[in-house]
């Protein structure tokens, strides 16, 4: 089993960055593909990013291309999201999940992951 735990989130204004965290324990994650999802109120939970299991491959809704990236520190067993130049479109509460299989391309559905965290809030301000 792996336990999945976000932090970083927060309320910002328009234009600024946040970077989110997601630490994994219970095992190393270095063989799973890991994804970013969010969900606003009211909406259904959404594809941000993915990255495959070596950092080789990542994948980006097109609504956060070229502001936000993702990256894996398989050594610290954790996964970022950098935020840049945040919007209020981009509030909501963000979810890191997790996809073992060693698989190139990384998932970009809710249901190909297995393990998911509890979430952090994330309010941005216009």
């Known amino acids: 089993q792996v336990q999945l735990v976000e932090s970083g989130g927060g309320l910002v204004q328009a234009g600024v960055s946040l970077r989110l965290s997601c630490a994994a324990s219970g095992r190393t994650i270095e063989s799973y593909a890991m994804g970013w999802f969010r969900q606003a109120p009211g909406k259904e939970r959404e594809f941000v990013a993915a990255i495959n299991w070596s950092g080789g491959y990542t994948e980006f809704a097109d609504s956060v291309k070229g502001r936000f990236t993702i990256s894996r520190d398989n050594a610290k067993n954790t996964v970022y999201l950098q935020m840049n130049s945040l919007k209020p479109e981009d509030t909501a509460v963000y979810y890191c999940?997790?996809?073992?299989?060693?698989?190139?391309?990384?998932?970009?559905?809710?249901?190909?992951?297995?393990?998911w965290g509890q979430g952090t809030q994330v309010t941005v301000s216009s």
């Open positions: 999940a997790a996809d073992s299989g060693w698989a190139l391309v990384p998932p970009r559905y809710p249901y190909e992951y297995g393990f």
